[in-house]
């Protein structure tokens, strides 16, 4: 089956700690999106990149650190410098050509802090 | 003035009516316009798109534009108490990737 997946479903850090989280997708999809939800707001972008190597910053970059070796992989890392992480983390990713505005989501990852 | 903005709610229509969400964008630029659904604790899922004024239907979902009055909304016909959840308006500017969305409007359809 095609789709997007994220790992794990909820994980927890302690302080001073950096954790990384999973993004896989076997969609064959160019483009991928990193979001942060908070309760009652709305997604904002952590992280995006248009092709493998190469990815941009967000509006809410400062704490976060991202790599694209991989065309099916765009893992997240949260470092210690990102003071308020706790919030729901969701993957995206984007067709090529003209669909490429259409976004697909991950199942999401739900971080707590210890 | 955020880029994207809806009321939050709850908007709460019975069974089987037609609910009405709104969303206003701020950038004249914006050129594709997205409804998603997000149920409890779950990721959005794409509804709709539209990039043209008018209204664009599929199924008991239509979504209608007006880029002069820069409003974007969907209608649900006969509205199911499936459909309560969380709906995200999402709004591409021209020429950027990236895709900003609204806090969502959270939809109660009550049996």
């Known amino acids: 089956d095609g789709g997007i997946t994220q790992s794990p479903k909820y994980l927890f850090r302690k302080e001073g700690q950096n954790v990384t989280l999973s993004c896989e997708q076997n969609?064959?999809?160019?483009?991928m999106y990193w979001y942060r939800q908070d309760p009652g707001q709305g997604l904002r972008l952590i992280y995006y990149?248009?092709?493998?190597?190469?990815?941009q910053k967000g509006d809410i970059a400062e704490g976060y650190s991202v790599s694209r070796e991989k065309k099916e992989s765009f893992p997240l890392t949260v470092t210690s410098a990102q003071k308020n992480p706790t919030a729901f983390y969701l993957c995206?990713?984007?067709?090529?050509?003209?669909?490429?505005?259409?976004?697909?989501f991950g199942p999401g990852t739900r971080l707590l802090v210890l | 003035q955020k880029e994207v903005e809806q009321n939050s709610g709850p908007l709460s229509v019975p069974e089987g009516a037609i609910a009405s969400l709104n969303c206003t964008y701020s950038?004249?630029?914006?050129?594709?316009f997205f409804w998603y659904r997000q149920y409890s604790g779950k990721s959005p899922e794409l509804i709709m798109s539209?990039?043209?004024?008018g209204d664009k239907e599929d199924g008991r979902f239509t979504a209608q534009l007006n880029k002069a009055s820069q409003y974007v909304s969907l209608l649900i016909r006969d509205s199911q108490p499936s459909d309560s959840a969380t709906y995200l308006c999402?709004?591409?500017?021209?020429?950027?990737?990236?895709?900003?969305f609204g806090t969502g409007t959270k939809l109660q359809v009550i049996p």
């Open positions: 995206a990713s984007s067709p090529p050509g003209q669909a490429q505005e259409t976004q697909y």
């Open positions: 950038d004249r630029g914006s050129q594709s």
């Open positions: 539209i990039y043209s004024n």
């Open positions: 999402a709004v591409r500017i021209g020429g950027y990737q990236k895709v900003t």
């Open positions: 990149s248009q092709i493998v190597n190469d990815f």
């Open positions: 969609l064959n999809h160019d483009a």
